[in-house]
């Protein structure tokens, strides 16, 4: 069993930055591939970004690139989500998940493992 914390979110100016984490514990394996997704108010979950355990290859939803970069720390089995140049639609639930399967995928379907999110509030 897999098990995904999140921390880091919090309010901040539009422009800002914050690292959003999510600590893994549990049996994970090289194989599983790790996912941040957002759900606004009133709105579906969405794909943000997701990669390998590995962290050796990224995806990223258009909106997010250039801006965002996600990474792993196998040692710490920790995920992160650097968010720069935040804008107020960025304000969101931000959840980490993992997928037994395969990486890169970006239906919340696809994901078997999910954290209990973390909130992130851009003001304008």
């Known amino acids: 069993q897999v098990q995904l914390v999140e921390s880091g979110g919090g309010l901040v100016q539009a422009g800002g930055s914050l690292r959003l984490s999510c600590a893994v514990s549990?049996?994970?394996?090289?194989?599983?591939?790790m996912g941040w997704f957002r759900q606004a108010p009133g709105k579906e979950r969405e794909f943000v970004a997701a990669?390998?355990?590995?962290?050796?290859?990224?995806v990223y939803t258009d909106s997010v690139k250039g801006r965002f970069t996600m990474s792993v720390d196998n040692a710490e089995k920790t995920v992160y989500l650097q968010m720069n140049s935040l804008r107020p639609e960025d304000t969101a639930v931000y959840y980490c998940?993992?997928?037994?399967?395969?990486?890169?995928?970006?239906?919340?379907?696809?994901?078997?493992?999910w954290g209990q999110g973390t909130q992130v509030t851009v003001s304008s």
């Open positions: 998940a993992a997928d037994r399967r395969s990486w890169g995928r970006s239906r919340t379907r696809a994901y078997d493992y």
């Open positions: 549990g049996g994970i394996f090289s194989n599983y591939g």
């Open positions: 990669t390998s355990w590995g962290g050796d290859n990224v």
